[in-house]
């Protein structure tokens, strides 16, 4: 089958998730990579397109500039895709340009800057009919599409509690001077990050896993959180109350300061018959306890999985796979939608999450600001 023509803005060298964006578009095997706004610096975009192969009048100094470009060329050559892997404060813009142009979207999160940019962007895809995925990454693990399917099916019986946490220990470094990262320090600065560092950047996965898995929304939130020391201008910490109903509560729970802990994102839901459990850094374990039998280890690669999640996984049992084809698992998704084919949903979140997410991050950050109170999301 012809791969589709995918763009990338950002990603370039010594960037974060670009990488993981390209190395997930080559696992699903559907992309091909033909040019982009790579860098912010345009001497370092070409120097990118150099070294990965791109043919340099296909690497383009701004978005205006490659939307000019690809519109130009016959139909047949044009890009069609486009993953924006910027940081926060350029999605909206980026998207927002691209999608009036014809262009289809990969995303990153958070969506936007603001809720009211996030419903422009949901009805501007709504408008236009262009595919739109936006990658809450853990979505993509089989696991987690297993986790989905037992809780669809009921399994659990009622649900009657729903916690998640996220807990990283990196922005130590960069708070107290150690520096051990250059790239990303922006998420501390709310020109580029928006109204939220903790919460806009890992709380907000949190919230989209527990909305994903359960297919239930969070209704309000009442929220605590923390700038950690003196001079930072945006939450590293936080504590997020949920409630669906009158009974169902949860938590949420994340931190970028948590010495020592790497990228801690687990999920438990707990209901009258059992419970489910996961957590990304043993990603191929999803477990179910019970009261009456013992603990269930559910693994991706056996018979037992619903399809989704049995398609997920390439390799036979007991090869373990990881991030990269979690977001490839989504990539895969976002191409059935982009050539029209019949897909599940849940195969890749869509504007719908992004508008979810941003609604979820300023929720919470007016329930702390008004003295921790109920916010409805
Ligand atoms: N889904 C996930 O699990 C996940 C993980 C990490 C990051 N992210 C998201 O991905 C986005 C990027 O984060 P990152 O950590 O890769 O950032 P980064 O700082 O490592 O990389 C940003 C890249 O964007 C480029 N850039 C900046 N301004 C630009 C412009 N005007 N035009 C073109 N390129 C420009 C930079 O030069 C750089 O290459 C953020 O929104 C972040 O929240 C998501």
Same mark, same amino acid.
């Given at each position: 089958?012809? !791969?589709?023509?995918?763009g990338? /803005? =950002? +990603?370039?060298?010594g960037?974060f998730i670009?990488?993981?964006?390209r190395r997930a578009?080559?696992?699903?095997?559907?992309?091909?990579?033909?040019?982009?706004?790579?860098? /912010?610096e345009?001497?370092?975009s070409?120097?990118?397109?150099?070294?990965?192969?791109i043919?340099?009048?296909r690497c383009?100094?701004?978005?205006?500039?490659?939307?000019?470009?690809?519109l130009?060329?016959?139909?047949?050559?044009?890009?069609e895709?486009v993953s924006?892997v910027?940081?926060?404060?350029?999605?909206?813009?980026?998207? !927002?340009?691209?999608? $009036?142009? =014809?262009?289809?979207?990969?995303?990153?999160?958070?969506?936007?800057?603001t809720?009211?940019?996030?419903?422009?962007?949901?009805?501007?895809?709504?408008?236009?009919?262009?595919?739109?995925?936006?990658?809450?990454?853990?979505? *993509?693990y089989?696991?987690?599409?297993?986790?989905?399917?037992? /809780?669809?099916?009921?399994?659990?019986?009622?649900?009657q509690?729903?916690?998640?946490q996220?807990?990283?220990?990196?922005i $130590?470094?960069?708070i107290?001077?150690t520096?051990?990262?250059?790239?990303g320090v922006?998420?501390?600065?709310?020109?580029?990050?928006?109204?939220s560092s903790?919460?806009?950047?890992i709380?907000v996965?949190?919230?989209?896993?527990?909305?994903?898995?359960?297919g239930?929304?969070?209704?309000?939130v009442?929220?605590?959180?923390?700038?950690?020391k003196?001079?930072?201008?945006?939450?590293?910490?936080g504590?997020v109350?949920?409630?669906?109903?009158?009974k169902?509560? *949860?938590v949420?729970?994340?931190s970028?300061?948590?010495?020592?802990?790497?990228?801690?994102i687990?999920?438990?839901?707990?209901?009258?018959? +059992?419970?489910l459990?996961?957590?990304?850094?043993?990603?191929?374990?999803?477990?179910?306890?019970?009261?009456?039998?013992p603990t269930k280890?559910? !693994?991706?690669a056996?018979?037992?999985?619903?399809?989704?999640?049995e398609?997920g996984?390439?390799?036979?049992?007991?090869h373990p796979? %990881?991030?990269?084809e979690?977001?490839a698992?989504?990539?895969? %998704?976002?191409a059935k939608?982009i050539?029209?084919?019949?897909?599940?949903?849940g195969?890749?979140?869509?504007v719908?999450?992004?508008?979810?997410?941003m !609604?979820? /991050?300023?929720?919470?950050?007016?329930s702390?600001t008004?003295?921790?109170?109920?916010?409805?999301?």
């Amino acid at each position: 089958m012809k !791969k589709i023509k995918m763009g990338m /803005i =950002g +990603g370039g060298i010594g960037a974060f998730i670009g990488d993981a964006h390209r190395r997930a578009s080559r696992i699903c095997n559907d992309y091909e990579l033909v040019g982009g706004v790579f860098d /912010i610096e345009y001497a370092r975009s070409k120097e990118f397109a150099l070294k990965e192969g791109i043919s340099l009048d296909r690497c383009y100094n701004s978005v205006d500039a490659l939307i000019k470009g690809e519109l130009a060329r016959p139909a047949g050559e044009k890009m069609e895709v486009v993953s924006i892997v910027t940081p926060n404060a350029l999605h909206y813009p980026q998207a !927002k340009k691209l999608l $009036n142009k =014809g262009f289809h979207l990969v995303c990153e999160k958070p969506m936007t800057m603001t809720v009211r940019e996030a419903l422009d962007l949901e009805s501007l895809v709504a408008k236009t009919k262009l595919t739109f995925a936006l990658t809450h990454t853990y979505t *993509g693990y089989p696991m987690v599409r297993q986790m989905r399917d037992l /809780i669809a099916k009921g399994v659990l019986g009622t649900i009657q509690r729903i916690d998640a946490q996220y807990y990283q220990g990196w922005i $130590n470094s960069i708070i107290y001077g150690t520096n051990s990262r250059i790239t990303g320090v922006w998420r501390l600065d709310p020109k580029h990050a928006g109204v939220s560092s903790c919460m806009g950047d890992i709380g907000v996965h949190a919230f989209n896993l527990i909305e994903y898995t359960t297919g239930l929304e969070i209704k309000e939130v009442l929220s605590d959180l923390s700038q950690v020391k003196d001079g930072i201008k945006l939450d590293l910490d936080g504590t997020v109350l949920i409630r669906f109903d009158k009974k169902l509560k *949860g938590v949420i729970r994340a931190s970028q300061v948590c010495g020592g802990l790497e990228n801690d994102i687990t999920i438990s839901v707990y209901g009258s018959k +059992g419970s489910l459990r996961w957590g990304q850094e043993n990603p191929n374990y999803l477990y179910m306890f019970s009261d009456t039998e013992p603990t269930k280890v559910f !693994k991706p690669a056996h018979g037992y999985n619903y399809k989704l999640a049995e398609e997920g996984h390439t390799m036979p049992a007991g090869h373990p796979e %990881g991030i990269y084809e979690a977001l490839a698992n989504i990539y895969k %998704g976002t191409a059935k939608s982009i050539r029209k084919q019949k897909f599940i949903p849940g195969e890749f979140p869509t504007v719908h999450d992004g508008v979810r997410g941003m !609604k979820f /991050i300023h929720a919470v950050v007016n329930s702390n600001t008004k003295g921790n109170v109920w916010m409805k999301v």
